[in-house]
């Protein structure tokens, strides 16, 4: 499985190649523009305790975990962004 640290720097959101995969049910959701300000570009960073997450780099507002709209399990984002391409048929 591709983890996050395979992002050497920052995600295009509007490739819609890197989705968000939920531990429990496995429901995949395609990672979005952010929130706040539309921008499309993500990056990895840690916020202030030092937990990994994605962070827009126009705004510069993030998220450590996100919840699967699913089965409403809270997902930590270092274990559950994947990268898709054809390399990646099944990320199991």
């Known amino acids: 499985m591709a983890w996050l640290s395979y992002f050497l720097t920052s995600m295009d959101t509007s490739e819609e190649k890197?989705?968000?995969?939920?531990?429990?049910?496995?429901?995949?959701?395609?990672?979005?523009?952010?929130g706040n300000c539309g921008g499309t570009k993500l990056g990895?960073?840690?916020?202030?305790?030092?937990?990994?997450?994605?962070?827009?780099?126009?705004?510069?507002?993030?998220?450590?975990?996100?919840?699967?709209?699913?089965?409403?399990?809270?997902?930590p984002i270092a274990k559950t962004i994947v990268y898709w391409n054809s390399a990646f048929k099944n990320d199991d």
């Open 18 to 34: 890197y989705y968000r995969k939920c531990l429990r049910c496995k429901e995949r959701q395609v990672i979005v523009a952010c």
């Open 44 to 75: 990895r960073g840690e916020n202030n305790e030092g937990t990994l997450g994605l962070f827009c780099e126009q705004c510069e507002r993030g998220y450590t975990r996100w919840t699967c709209l699913s089965c409403k399990t809270n997902n």
